[in-house]
């Protein structure tokens, strides 16, 4: 195992993130390394297909209020977990693009996240950690999810 600099975590919030976060949290006292937590959000508008797809056009979303959200409940696990020199971080977008974005703007060397994996390598294909596995330039820790 390399020494690691600076840990990147991505949260999605799932019942699971404790685990990640805790896994990470370890790896970065081990190494004396910064850790950033990212949740990145991503909401696509509702798609109206009685007859073709076309986008709703009744839908509107603060995006504002989303982020705000995200923040508080990115602050609130990190309270609940107890975590030191941590970084958080919440961005709007695409979780893969998003994800490798921050790495390289940030210099991580490690990114932890979760995946269920729950039927074999197929599952994963269109992922968001098969996704990022393939455009990091940099470590990945992928937590087995166990439901």
């Given at each position: ?11 999605d919030?799932?019942?699971?993130s ?8 370890d ?5 004396h ?37 995200a ?11 107890k975590?030191?020199?941590?970084e958080?971080?919440?961005i ?5 693009y ?30 968001t ?12 820790l992928a ?5």
């Amino acid at each position: 195992m390399s020494d690691y600099k600076h840990i990147l975590v991505a949260i999605d919030f799932s019942k699971s993130s404790i685990e990640v976060v805790n896994k990470a949290q370890d790896i970065a006292k081990r190494n004396h390394a910064k850790l950033s937590l990212l949740h990145v959000i991503e909401y696509l508008p509702p798609i109206d297909s009685v007859y073709e797809p076309v986008l709703a056009n009744n839908w509107l979303v603060d995006e504002k209020a989303m982020l705000t959200q995200a923040k508080v409940s990115l602050e609130s696990l990190s309270q609940q977990q107890k975590l030191q020199n941590v970084e958080l971080h919440t961005i709007p977008g695409t979780p893969k693009y998003e994800i490798s974005q921050f790495v390289k703007d940030h210099q991580c060397d490690l990114v932890v996240m979760g995946s269920h994996g729950r039927h074999g390598i197929n599952i994963l294909l269109g992922s968001t950690a098969n996704a990022v596995l393939h455009e990091m330039p940099c470590d990945i820790l992928a937590i087995k999810i166990v439901n």
